[in-house]
C-alpha cells in the first residue's frame, strides 16, 4: 500500500507540474501573439501614410524646394507651409526609425 501511494504522489506532482509549465508557455504566447499584433498595426500605418497624396507631396517639397530655403534660425524661421511639410516627413521617418529598436527591445524581453 505504501507503494501505491508513491506511485500515485508521484503521479500528481508529474501532472501538477505539466499543468504550471504549459500554464506559464500558454502566458508567454499570450504576450507575444500581442506585441506582434502591435507591430503589424504600426507597420500597416506607416505604410498607410507613405502612400497619400499629402506626404508625397510633402516629400516632393523636402528633396526639390526645401533646398532653396534659407537654413537660418532651423525649422521654426520657415514658412508655416514649409514647417508643415517637413513636419510630416521628419515625423514619418522618425517613426519608421524607431520601429526597429521596439521591435527589437521587445525581442530582448522575450528571450529574458
Known amino acids: 500500500m505504501n507503494l501505491g501511494l508513491a506511485v500515485n504522489l508521484i503521479a500528481v506532482v508529474i501532472s501538477v507540474s505539466a499543468v504550471v509549465a504549459s500554464s506559464l508557455f500558454a502566458l508567454r504566447q499570450l504576450r507575444s501573439m500581442r506585441r506582434s499584433d ?7 500605418l506607416l505604410t498607410r501614410e507613405c502612400r ?39 515625423l514619418y521617418y522618425s517613426s519608421l526609425g524607431f520601429l526597429p529598436s521596439s521591435v527589437g527591445s521587445r525581442r530582448r524581453w522575450l528571450s529574458a
Not at 502591435?38 to 500597416?44: C, F, G, M, N, P
Open 38 to 44: 502591435d507591430t503589424l498595426v504600426a507597420i500597416e
Open 52 to 90: 497619400t497624396t499629402e506626404f508625397l507631396e510633402s516629400e516632393d517639397f523636402v528633396v526639390s524646394e526645401l533646398p532653396k530655403e534659407s537654413a537660418e534660425g532651423g525649422i521654426a524661421a520657415l514658412p508655416a507651409e514649409a514647417r508643415r511639410h517637413v513636419s510630416r516627413v521628419g
